[in-house]
């Protein structure tokens, strides 16, 4: 069975710093993509920053050149570096895997239990 298990939430000050991880229970070599994704209250679940099995990745425009994902497959750890951050950036941060089947081509997705990020003063 699948985990993705978060970690690193809290509460920090504008402008601080906080670095999520995401552990999985199975050899993240066996996911195509990963991701961190997040919702405030009221709002939808929206992508952060994902990072391919190859070891690109992408971001959306509000924390480009701000937050920063990796991972460590040895570990079977994804991470997020969040710098300078911003009240705006309040809410809970959820880690995703998404494997594909070869001989079927079905695509699985699997989420985290999420993490709440306070940033306030």
């Known amino acids: 069975q699948v985990q993705l298990v978060e970690s690193g939430g809290g509460l920090v000050q504008p402008g601080g710093s906080l670095r999520l991880s995401c552990a999985a229970s199975?050899?993240?070599?066996?996911?195509?993509?990963m991701g961190w994704y997040r919702q405030a209250p009221g709002k939808q679940r929206d992508v952060v920053a994902t990072i391919t099995n190859g070891g690109r990745t992408d971001y959306a425009d509000s924390v480009k050149g701000r937050f920063s994902i990796s991972r460590d497959n040895a570990k079977n750890t994804m991470y997020l570096q969040m710098n300078s951050l911003r009240p705006e950036d309040t809410a809970v941060y959820y880690c995703?895997?998404?494997?594909?089947?070869?001989?079927?081509?079905?695509?699985?997705?699997?989420w985290g239990q999420g993490t709440q990020v306070t940033v306030s003063s």
């Open positions: 995703h895997g998404e494997t594909q089947s070869v001989l079927s081509g079905t695509r699985y997705d699997y």
């Open positions: 199975v050899s993240i070599n066996g996911f195509n993509a």
